[in-house]
Protein backbone atom coordinates (compact mmCIF):
# COMPACT_ATOMS: atom_id res chain seq x y z
CA UNK A 1 0.00 0.00 0.00
CA UNK A 2 1.32 3.35 -0.72
CA UNK A 3 0.19 6.99 1.58
CA UNK A 4 0.74 10.24 -1.12
CA UNK A 5 1.29 13.69 0.87
CA UNK A 6 -0.79 16.13 -0.78
CA UNK A 7 0.06 18.77 1.19
CA UNK A 8 -1.76 20.77 4.35
CA UNK A 9 -4.13 17.98 5.63
CA UNK A 10 -4.55 16.11 2.79
CA UNK A 11 -3.35 12.29 2.11
CA UNK A 12 -3.96 9.86 -0.51
CA UNK A 13 -4.28 6.19 1.20
CA UNK A 14 -4.40 3.76 -1.89
CA UNK A 15 -4.27 -0.01 -1.19
CA UNK A 16 -4.75 -3.02 -3.19
CA UNK A 17 -8.78 -3.02 -2.42
CA UNK A 18 -9.59 0.79 -2.22
CA UNK A 19 -8.37 4.28 -3.21
CA UNK A 20 -9.25 6.88 -0.16
CA UNK A 21 -8.69 10.66 -0.60
CA UNK A 22 -8.94 13.26 2.49
CA UNK A 23 -8.90 16.90 2.94
CA UNK A 24 -7.52 17.54 -0.86
CA UNK A 25 -6.75 21.14 -1.23
CA UNK A 26 -5.59 22.36 -4.61
CA UNK A 27 -7.74 25.33 -5.25
CA UNK A 28 -5.11 28.86 -6.53
CA UNK A 29 -7.41 30.65 -4.56
CA UNK A 30 -6.54 29.22 -1.53
CA UNK A 31 -9.05 29.54 1.47
CA UNK A 32 -10.49 32.10 3.75
CA UNK A 33 -10.50 35.16 1.48
CA UNK A 34 -7.53 34.01 -0.74
CA UNK A 35 -5.67 34.48 2.29
CA UNK A 36 -4.52 31.03 3.38
CA UNK A 37 -2.43 29.24 0.42
CA UNK A 38 -1.31 25.60 0.02
CA UNK A 39 2.84 25.64 1.60
CA UNK A 40 4.70 23.95 0.26
CA UNK A 41 3.09 24.74 -3.00
CA UNK A 42 1.17 21.38 -4.52
CA UNK A 43 0.07 22.50 -7.97
CA UNK A 44 2.58 19.98 -9.26
CA UNK A 45 0.84 17.05 -8.10
CA UNK A 46 -1.33 15.20 -10.69
CA UNK A 47 -4.73 15.93 -9.57
CA UNK A 48 -6.41 13.56 -12.06
CA UNK A 49 -4.57 10.85 -10.30
CA UNK A 50 -7.16 11.38 -7.07
CA UNK A 51 -9.97 12.10 -9.07
CA UNK A 52 -11.01 8.24 -9.60
CA UNK A 53 -10.52 7.64 -5.72
CA UNK A 54 -12.94 4.81 -4.41
CA UNK A 55 -13.86 7.47 -1.38
CA UNK A 56 -13.70 10.83 -0.12
CA UNK A 57 -13.24 11.88 3.70
CA UNK A 58 -13.70 15.45 4.61
CA UNK A 59 -12.31 16.01 8.10
CA UNK A 60 -14.88 19.37 8.81
CA UNK A 61 -15.85 22.67 7.09
CA UNK A 62 -12.65 24.78 7.34
CA UNK A 63 -11.90 25.97 4.22
CA UNK A 64 -8.09 24.14 3.74
CA UNK A 65 -9.82 21.18 4.40
CA UNK A 66 -13.15 21.32 2.41
CA UNK A 67 -12.04 23.15 -0.64
CA UNK A 68 -15.71 23.15 -2.84
CA UNK A 69 -14.10 24.30 -5.94
CA UNK A 70 -11.78 21.19 -6.31
CA UNK A 71 -14.39 18.70 -4.93
CA UNK A 72 -16.62 20.07 -7.56
CA UNK A 73 -14.26 18.19 -10.40
CA UNK A 74 -15.08 14.67 -8.55
CA UNK A 75 -17.33 12.12 -10.26
CA UNK A 76 -20.78 13.08 -8.31
CA UNK A 77 -21.32 9.26 -7.67
CA UNK A 78 -18.21 9.34 -5.21
CA UNK A 79 -19.10 8.31 -1.87
CA UNK A 80 -17.60 11.13 0.59
CA UNK A 81 -17.23 10.50 4.44
CA UNK A 82 -18.18 12.42 7.17
CA UNK A 83 -18.27 12.45 10.94
CA UNK A 84 -22.20 12.58 12.15
CA UNK A 85 -22.29 15.69 13.27
CA UNK A 86 -25.21 17.17 15.01
CA UNK A 87 -25.83 19.77 13.20
CA UNK A 88 -25.94 19.18 9.19
CA UNK A 89 -24.98 22.38 7.45
CA UNK A 90 -21.89 20.92 6.53
CA UNK A 91 -23.48 17.66 5.40
CA UNK A 92 -25.35 19.73 3.28
CA UNK A 93 -22.91 21.81 2.25
CA UNK A 94 -21.59 19.28 0.32
CA UNK A 95 -24.91 17.67 -0.96
CA UNK A 96 -25.14 21.37 -2.74
CA UNK A 97 -21.79 20.30 -4.58
CA UNK A 98 -24.01 17.32 -6.28
CA UNK A 99 -22.65 14.53 -4.38
CA UNK A 100 -25.40 11.31 -4.26
CA UNK A 101 -23.83 9.68 -1.74
CA UNK A 102 -22.39 10.90 1.91
CA UNK A 103 -21.35 8.45 4.50
CA UNK A 104 -21.91 10.16 8.62
CA UNK A 105 -19.87 7.60 10.53
CA UNK A 106 -20.67 7.54 14.35
CA UNK A 107 -17.64 8.00 16.80
CA UNK A 108 -15.53 4.98 17.15
CA UNK A 109 -17.81 2.92 14.44
CA UNK A 110 -15.78 0.68 12.29
CA UNK A 111 -16.80 0.91 9.11
CA UNK A 112 -15.23 -1.90 5.92
CA UNK A 113 -14.65 0.11 2.61
CA UNK A 114 -13.21 -2.81 1.26
CA UNK A 115 -12.05 -6.28 1.62
CA UNK A 116 -9.09 -5.22 4.06
CA UNK A 117 -10.09 -1.72 4.24
CA UNK A 118 -11.30 -0.11 7.38
CA UNK A 119 -11.93 2.67 9.11
CA UNK A 120 -12.95 4.73 11.78
CA UNK A 121 -14.17 8.22 12.37
CA UNK A 122 -13.72 10.30 15.56
CA UNK A 123 -15.09 13.89 16.66
CA UNK A 124 -13.69 16.62 19.41
CA UNK A 125 -14.78 14.99 22.49
CA UNK A 126 -16.05 18.64 23.26
CA UNK A 127 -18.78 18.63 20.38
CA UNK A 128 -19.21 22.53 20.04
CA UNK A 129 -16.14 22.41 17.86
CA UNK A 130 -17.42 20.28 14.78
CA UNK A 131 -13.94 18.66 13.38
CA UNK A 132 -12.81 14.85 13.18
CA UNK A 133 -10.22 12.74 13.11
CA UNK A 134 -9.70 9.27 10.45
CA UNK A 135 -8.32 5.89 11.76
CA UNK A 136 -7.48 3.70 8.79
CA UNK A 137 -6.24 -0.29 9.39
CA UNK A 138 -5.43 -1.81 6.00
CA UNK A 139 -3.01 -4.56 4.83
CA UNK A 140 -1.70 -4.89 8.39
CA UNK A 141 -1.03 -0.98 9.09
CA UNK A 142 -3.00 1.59 11.24
CA UNK A 143 -2.79 5.15 10.27
CA UNK A 144 -4.06 8.00 12.36
CA UNK A 145 -4.88 10.99 10.62
CA UNK A 146 -5.51 13.10 13.48
CA UNK A 147 -5.03 16.71 11.25
CA UNK A 148 -6.36 19.75 13.46
CA UNK A 149 -8.68 17.78 16.02
CA UNK A 150 -8.67 18.14 19.00
CA UNK A 151 -8.31 14.91 21.10
CA UNK A 152 -8.58 13.72 24.76
CA UNK A 153 -5.79 12.32 26.57
CA UNK A 154 -8.60 9.55 27.33
CA UNK A 155 -8.92 9.25 23.27
CA UNK A 156 -4.79 9.43 22.49
CA UNK A 157 -4.27 6.55 25.25
CA UNK A 158 -6.85 4.98 23.03
CA UNK A 159 -5.05 5.03 19.69
CA UNK A 160 -1.86 4.40 21.52
CA UNK A 161 -3.20 1.41 22.95
CA UNK A 162 -4.02 0.32 19.08
CA UNK A 163 -0.30 0.30 17.73
CA UNK A 164 -0.29 3.29 15.45
CA UNK A 165 2.03 2.76 12.30
CA UNK A 166 1.69 6.84 11.13
CA UNK A 167 0.36 9.35 12.57
CA UNK A 168 -0.81 12.54 10.92
CA UNK A 169 -0.83 15.51 13.20
CA UNK A 170 -0.94 19.12 13.41
CA UNK A 171 1.79 21.64 14.22
CA UNK A 172 1.67 24.70 13.25
CA UNK A 173 -0.68 27.40 14.39
CA UNK A 174 -4.84 28.07 12.74
CA UNK A 175 -5.86 31.29 14.73
CA UNK A 176 -5.65 35.13 14.13
CA UNK A 177 -3.87 35.84 17.45
CA UNK A 178 -1.78 37.89 17.79
CA UNK A 179 -1.46 39.19 14.28
CA UNK A 180 -4.17 41.14 13.93
CA UNK A 181 -3.85 42.82 17.16
CA UNK A 182 -2.41 46.20 17.02
CA UNK A 183 0.76 45.50 18.98
CA UNK A 184 4.19 47.17 18.10
CA UNK A 185 6.36 44.64 16.77
CA UNK A 186 8.52 43.58 19.75
CA UNK A 187 5.62 42.98 21.65
CA UNK A 188 3.77 40.72 18.59
CA UNK A 189 7.27 38.59 18.25
CA UNK A 190 7.00 38.33 21.99
CA UNK A 191 3.20 37.19 21.90
CA UNK A 192 4.01 34.99 18.83
CA UNK A 193 6.97 33.19 20.46
CA UNK A 194 4.68 32.20 23.55
CA UNK A 195 1.91 30.92 21.25
CA UNK A 196 4.42 28.31 19.17
CA UNK A 197 5.82 27.56 22.46
CA UNK A 198 2.35 26.30 23.52
CA UNK A 199 1.58 24.45 20.26
CA UNK A 200 4.98 22.89 20.13
CA UNK A 201 4.92 21.33 23.95
CA UNK A 202 1.25 20.18 22.86
CA UNK A 203 2.51 18.68 19.33
CA UNK A 204 5.04 17.02 21.65
CA UNK A 205 2.50 15.73 24.35
CA UNK A 206 0.55 14.35 21.56
CA UNK A 207 2.87 12.65 19.74
CA UNK A 208 4.75 11.18 22.93
CA UNK A 209 0.86 9.88 24.06
CA UNK A 210 -0.27 8.04 20.95
CA UNK A 211 3.27 6.83 20.72
CA UNK A 212 3.33 5.73 17.00
CA UNK A 213 6.13 4.29 14.84
CA UNK A 214 6.18 7.62 13.04
CA UNK A 215 4.76 11.24 13.22
CA UNK A 216 4.67 13.77 10.12
CA UNK A 217 4.13 17.28 11.27
CA UNK A 218 0.96 18.19 8.72
CA UNK A 219 -1.95 20.38 8.92
CA UNK A 220 -0.32 23.29 8.10
CA UNK A 221 1.57 25.98 7.60
CA UNK A 222 -0.49 28.44 5.67
CA UNK A 223 1.70 30.64 3.62
CA UNK A 224 0.55 34.30 2.95
CA UNK A 225 1.01 36.04 -0.67
CA UNK A 226 0.21 39.72 0.08
CA UNK A 227 2.47 41.72 1.52
CA UNK A 228 0.66 42.92 4.28
CA UNK A 229 0.37 39.58 5.74
CA UNK A 230 3.83 37.96 4.03
CA UNK A 231 6.27 38.48 7.31
CA UNK A 232 4.20 35.98 8.98
CA UNK A 233 5.97 33.11 6.46
CA UNK A 234 8.73 33.35 8.29
CA UNK A 235 8.98 32.12 12.41
CA UNK A 236 9.82 34.78 14.13
CA UNK A 237 6.95 37.15 13.39
CA UNK A 238 4.62 34.40 13.84
CA UNK A 239 2.93 31.44 14.99
CA UNK A 240 3.22 29.47 11.24
CA UNK A 241 6.57 28.11 11.81
CA UNK A 242 7.45 25.66 8.68
CA UNK A 243 7.94 22.07 8.76
CA UNK A 244 11.80 22.74 8.51
CA UNK A 245 12.05 24.90 11.24
CA UNK A 246 9.33 22.74 13.38
CA UNK A 247 10.85 19.46 13.15
CA UNK A 248 14.44 21.19 14.31
CA UNK A 249 12.80 21.41 17.63
CA UNK A 250 11.13 18.39 18.20
CA UNK A 251 13.93 15.63 17.19
CA UNK A 252 14.79 14.74 20.79
CA UNK A 253 11.56 15.38 22.34
CA UNK A 254 9.57 12.68 20.98
CA UNK A 255 9.95 9.42 21.20
CA UNK A 256 9.53 8.65 18.04
CA UNK A 257 10.99 9.11 14.49
CA UNK A 258 9.77 11.91 12.32
CA UNK A 259 9.24 12.43 8.81
CA UNK A 260 9.24 15.75 6.63
CA UNK A 261 6.88 14.61 3.98
CA UNK A 262 6.23 17.66 1.34
CA UNK A 263 3.58 17.77 -1.54
CA UNK A 264 3.72 14.51 -3.59
CA UNK A 265 5.88 12.78 -1.18
CA UNK A 266 5.27 8.83 -0.86
CA UNK A 267 5.37 6.18 1.87
CA UNK A 268 5.28 2.79 1.09
CA UNK A 269 3.87 0.24 3.19
CA UNK A 270 4.23 -3.26 2.97
CA UNK A 271 5.84 -6.79 4.19
CA UNK A 272 6.10 -5.22 7.61
CA UNK A 273 8.48 -2.34 6.31
CA UNK A 274 7.89 1.47 6.03
CA UNK A 275 9.33 3.33 3.53
CA UNK A 276 9.42 7.07 3.02
CA UNK A 277 10.10 8.11 -0.49
CA UNK A 278 11.40 11.90 -0.12
CA UNK A 279 11.77 13.64 -3.27
CA UNK A 280 12.88 17.40 -1.42
CA UNK A 281 11.66 19.37 -3.66
CA UNK A 282 11.43 22.73 -1.86
CA UNK A 283 14.58 24.49 -0.84
CA UNK A 284 14.27 25.79 2.53
CA UNK A 285 17.44 27.48 2.81
CA UNK A 286 15.84 29.45 -0.48
CA UNK A 287 12.69 30.45 0.77
CA UNK A 288 11.78 33.94 0.98
CA UNK A 289 13.01 34.02 -3.17
CA UNK A 290 10.85 30.92 -3.72
CA UNK A 291 7.84 32.49 -1.80
CA UNK A 292 8.15 35.73 -3.62
CA UNK A 293 7.69 33.74 -7.08
CA UNK A 294 4.45 32.15 -5.63
CA UNK A 295 3.47 35.44 -4.67
CA UNK A 296 3.92 36.54 -8.44
CA UNK A 297 1.73 33.02 -8.93
CA UNK A 298 -1.26 33.77 -7.38
CA UNK A 299 -1.34 37.35 -7.37
CA UNK A 300 -4.04 37.48 -10.37
CA UNK A 301 -5.90 34.72 -8.38
CA UNK A 302 -5.94 36.59 -5.34
CA UNK A 303 -7.06 40.06 -6.72
CA UNK A 304 -9.55 38.32 -9.13
CA UNK A 305 -11.37 36.70 -5.78
CA UNK A 306 -11.26 39.68 -4.22
CA UNK A 307 -12.36 42.34 -7.00
CA UNK A 308 -15.66 39.93 -7.65
CA UNK A 309 -16.78 40.53 -4.02
CA UNK A 310 -19.67 42.77 -3.74
CA UNK A 311 -20.41 45.76 -2.19
CA UNK A 312 -23.16 46.21 0.17
CA UNK A 313 -26.25 47.90 -0.21
CA UNK A 314 -27.36 51.10 2.09
CA UNK A 315 -28.81 48.68 4.19
CA UNK A 316 -25.97 47.51 5.83
CA UNK A 317 -26.03 48.68 9.21
CA UNK A 318 -30.03 47.00 8.86
CA UNK A 319 -28.71 43.41 8.27
CA UNK A 320 -25.86 44.15 10.93
CA UNK A 321 -28.71 45.06 13.73
CA UNK A 322 -30.75 41.80 12.93
CA UNK A 323 -27.40 39.49 12.21
CA UNK A 324 -26.15 40.70 16.05
CA UNK A 325 -29.60 40.70 17.60
CA UNK A 326 -29.79 37.03 16.60
CA UNK A 327 -26.31 36.25 17.96
CA UNK A 328 -27.12 37.97 21.25
CA UNK A 329 -30.56 36.24 21.39
CA UNK A 330 -28.78 32.99 21.27
CA UNK A 331 -27.33 32.85 24.42
CA UNK A 332 -28.46 34.59 27.12
CA UNK A 333 -25.22 33.56 29.07
CA UNK A 334 -22.69 34.67 26.81
CA UNK A 335 -24.29 38.33 26.08
CA UNK A 336 -24.45 38.85 29.74
CA UNK A 337 -20.84 37.74 30.27
CA UNK A 338 -19.07 39.92 27.81
CA UNK A 339 -19.56 42.90 29.87
CA UNK A 340 -18.24 45.49 27.62
CA UNK A 341 -18.43 48.02 25.09
CA UNK A 342 -17.79 46.57 21.76
CA UNK A 343 -16.82 48.78 18.54
CA UNK A 344 -17.12 47.88 15.24
CA UNK A 345 -15.74 50.38 12.49
CA UNK A 346 -16.76 49.52 9.37
CA UNK A 347 -14.72 51.26 6.36
CA UNK A 348 -15.92 51.51 2.82
CA UNK A 349 -18.95 51.86 0.84
CA UNK A 350 -21.65 52.34 3.24
CA UNK A 351 -19.66 51.46 6.65
CA UNK A 352 -19.83 53.60 9.79
CA UNK A 353 -19.06 53.25 13.58
CA UNK A 354 -21.90 50.92 15.26
CA UNK A 355 -21.29 49.52 18.66
CA UNK A 356 -22.90 46.79 21.02
CA UNK A 357 -22.97 47.87 24.55
CA UNK A 358 -22.75 44.84 26.24
CA UNK A 359 -23.04 46.07 29.76
CA UNK A 360 -26.34 46.97 28.71
CA UNK A 361 -29.04 44.08 29.84
CA UNK A 362 -30.50 42.93 27.23
CA UNK A 363 -27.31 44.76 25.64
CA UNK A 364 -28.00 47.22 23.16
CA UNK A 365 -26.72 48.04 19.67
CA UNK A 366 -25.94 51.61 18.75
CA UNK A 367 -25.51 52.74 15.18
CA UNK A 368 -22.96 55.45 16.34
CA UNK A 369 -20.55 55.52 18.95
CA UNK A 370 -21.45 56.49 22.18
CA UNK A 371 -18.48 55.79 24.24
CA UNK A 372 -15.20 54.67 24.35
CA UNK A 373 -14.84 50.65 23.81
CA UNK A 374 -13.00 47.54 25.24
CA UNK A 375 -12.88 46.08 21.67
CA UNK A 376 -12.89 47.60 18.26
CA UNK A 377 -12.89 45.77 15.29
CA UNK A 378 -12.08 47.71 11.73
CA UNK A 379 -13.48 45.61 9.35
CA UNK A 380 -14.34 46.77 5.54
CA UNK A 381 -17.55 46.55 4.84
CA UNK A 382 -17.54 44.54 1.94
CA UNK A 383 -16.34 41.59 4.58
CA UNK A 384 -18.97 42.37 6.79
CA UNK A 385 -21.62 42.42 4.25
CA UNK A 386 -20.32 38.88 3.39
CA UNK A 387 -20.87 38.07 6.93
CA UNK A 388 -24.35 39.14 7.45
CA UNK A 389 -25.58 37.63 4.51
CA UNK A 390 -24.03 33.82 5.98
CA UNK A 391 -21.62 33.93 2.73
CA UNK A 392 -19.23 33.38 5.50
CA UNK A 393 -19.44 32.77 9.44
CA UNK A 394 -17.30 34.36 11.43
CA UNK A 395 -14.64 32.31 12.44
CA UNK A 396 -13.45 31.88 8.93
CA UNK A 397 -13.80 35.60 8.39
CA UNK A 398 -11.59 35.80 11.78
CA UNK A 399 -9.22 33.38 9.73
CA UNK A 400 -8.47 35.45 6.68
CA UNK A 401 -6.82 37.98 9.19
CA UNK A 402 -8.61 40.68 7.05
CA UNK A 403 -9.05 42.71 10.10
CA UNK A 404 -7.29 44.16 13.02
CA UNK A 405 -8.53 44.69 16.50
CA UNK A 406 -7.58 46.96 19.71
CA UNK A 407 -8.89 46.30 22.99
CA UNK A 408 -8.61 48.27 26.65
CA UNK A 409 -7.95 46.53 28.87
CA UNK A 410 -5.77 43.83 26.86
CA UNK A 411 -7.39 41.04 27.47
CA UNK A 412 -9.10 38.51 26.11
CA UNK A 413 -13.23 38.52 25.89
CA UNK A 414 -14.28 34.55 25.84
CA UNK A 415 -17.31 34.88 26.00
CA UNK A 416 -17.50 36.95 23.21
CA UNK A 417 -15.54 35.10 20.23
CA UNK A 418 -18.18 32.57 21.62
CA UNK A 419 -20.85 34.46 20.68
CA UNK A 420 -19.59 35.37 17.44
CA UNK A 421 -18.52 31.73 16.61
CA UNK A 422 -21.20 29.66 17.78
CA UNK A 423 -24.14 32.42 17.93
CA UNK A 424 -25.79 31.12 14.40
CA UNK A 425 -25.82 27.72 15.77
CA UNK A 426 -28.20 27.18 18.14
CA UNK A 427 -27.25 23.86 18.83
CA UNK A 428 -23.28 25.13 19.05
CA UNK A 429 -23.89 27.95 20.89
CA UNK A 430 -25.79 25.57 23.46
CA UNK A 431 -23.20 23.10 23.57
CA UNK A 432 -20.25 25.81 23.97
CA UNK A 433 -22.27 26.94 27.17
CA UNK A 434 -22.89 23.92 28.74
CA UNK A 435 -19.03 22.96 28.53
CA UNK A 436 -18.00 26.41 29.88
CA UNK A 437 -20.66 25.86 33.07
CA UNK A 438 -18.73 22.97 33.43
CA UNK A 439 -15.70 25.01 33.94
CA UNK A 440 -18.03 26.93 36.82
CA UNK A 441 -18.68 23.32 38.33
CA UNK A 442 -17.23 22.68 42.30
CA UNK A 443 -16.31 19.49 41.57
CA UNK A 444 -12.33 18.99 42.78
CA UNK A 445 -9.61 16.87 42.35
CA UNK A 446 -6.05 16.48 44.10
CA UNK A 447 -2.99 17.00 42.08
CA UNK A 448 0.44 16.30 43.62
CA UNK A 449 3.81 18.91 42.41
CA UNK A 450 6.88 17.39 44.51
CA UNK A 451 5.98 17.85 48.04
CA UNK A 452 2.82 19.25 47.87
CA UNK A 453 -0.95 18.34 47.54
CA UNK A 454 -3.38 20.80 45.61
CA UNK A 455 -6.85 20.44 45.58
CA UNK A 456 -8.08 22.15 42.33
CA UNK A 457 -11.24 22.81 40.63
CA UNK A 458 -11.55 19.92 38.02
CA UNK A 459 -12.73 21.83 34.83
CA UNK A 460 -10.61 24.89 33.26
CA UNK A 461 -11.84 28.12 33.71
CA UNK A 462 -11.29 28.49 29.96
CA UNK A 463 -14.40 26.19 28.49
CA UNK A 464 -14.16 23.04 31.15
CA UNK A 465 -11.55 20.43 29.86
CA UNK A 466 -10.79 18.27 32.25
CA UNK A 467 -7.72 18.93 33.97
CA UNK A 468 -6.87 15.64 35.29
CA UNK A 469 -5.54 14.82 32.19
CA UNK A 470 -3.18 18.52 32.49
CA UNK A 471 0.26 18.22 33.16
CA UNK A 472 2.12 20.00 36.23
CA UNK A 473 5.42 21.11 35.78
CA UNK A 474 8.10 23.43 37.78
CA UNK A 475 4.63 24.39 39.92
CA UNK A 476 2.63 24.99 36.42
CA UNK A 477 -0.38 22.89 35.55
CA UNK A 478 -1.10 23.17 31.80
CA UNK A 479 -4.57 22.88 30.14
CA UNK A 480 -4.34 19.76 27.81
CA UNK A 481 -6.90 21.24 24.89
CA UNK A 482 -5.81 24.86 24.93
CA UNK A 483 -2.19 24.84 27.19
CA UNK A 484 -3.34 27.80 29.65
CA UNK A 485 -1.14 27.59 32.05
CA UNK A 486 -1.99 27.88 35.64
CA UNK A 487 0.86 28.66 38.29
CA UNK A 488 -0.12 26.28 41.42
CA UNK A 489 2.26 28.58 43.59
CA UNK A 490 0.26 32.09 42.93
CA UNK A 491 -3.02 30.67 43.78
CA UNK A 492 -3.83 29.36 41.01
CA UNK A 493 -2.97 32.37 38.49
CA UNK A 494 -3.21 32.34 34.88
CA UNK A 495 0.13 33.00 33.74
CA UNK A 496 -0.13 31.95 29.95
CA UNK A 497 -3.52 31.99 27.62
CA UNK A 498 -5.87 33.63 28.77
CA UNK A 499 -6.68 35.79 31.98
CA UNK A 500 -9.33 33.38 34.22
CA UNK A 501 -7.38 31.94 37.25
CA UNK A 502 -8.11 28.35 38.25
CA UNK A 503 -9.54 27.67 41.54
CA UNK A 504 -7.43 26.17 44.34
CA UNK A 505 -9.31 25.32 47.71
CA UNK A 506 -6.36 23.79 49.61
CA UNK A 507 -2.72 23.25 49.72
CA UNK A 508 -1.41 20.25 51.69
CA UNK A 509 2.31 19.67 52.26
CA UNK A 510 3.66 15.88 52.13
CA UNK A 511 5.71 14.50 54.15
CA UNK A 512 8.16 13.10 51.38
CA UNK A 513 9.94 10.45 53.37
CA UNK A 514 6.31 9.34 53.67
CA UNK A 515 5.25 10.18 49.90
CA UNK A 516 8.41 8.26 48.66
CA UNK A 517 7.85 4.61 50.89
CA UNK A 518 11.80 6.51 52.38
CA UNK A 519 12.47 6.60 56.57
Known sequence: MKVKFLGQAGIL?????????????????????ARWHQFPPNDHIDKNYLLDANY??????HHDHFDREFLKLFPKDTPVILANFQTKGFRDD?????????????????????????????????????????????????????????????????????GIDLL??????????????????????????????????????VVNSINPTFVIPSAGPPCFLEDDCFQYNFEENGIFPDQHDFTQQISDKINCTFNMMLPNDDVILENGKIIFENKKYFDFDNKEKLLKDYQQKRSTYINEYLNKIQKPDS??????????????NSSNYFSSNVGQLIEFDIKGDNGGCWQVDFRENPPKIYNKKI?????????????????VNDHINWEDFLLSLRFKVWRNPDIYNGALFALLQYGRDPL????????????????????????????????CPHLGEDLKNGTIKNGVLVCPRHQWNFDLNSHGKCIAGGNKDLPIYEVTEIDEAENTGMS
Open 13 to 33: VESKTCKLVCDPWFSPTGGFL
Open 56 to 61: IYISHE
Open 94 to 162: IKKLGFQKIIEVNDWQRLNLADDFEIMVVTDPGKYKEDSSLFIKTEGFKILNKNDCYLSQDYLKKFSNM
Open 168 to 205: FTQFSGAIWYPMVYQYDTDKKRKLAKSVRERLRDYFIS
Open 315 to 328: NLYKKFSEHFTQVL
Open 371 to 387: GEPGYRFEIESKYLNLI
Open 428 to 459: LIQRAENYELKSKCPITINVQDGNKMYKIQRF
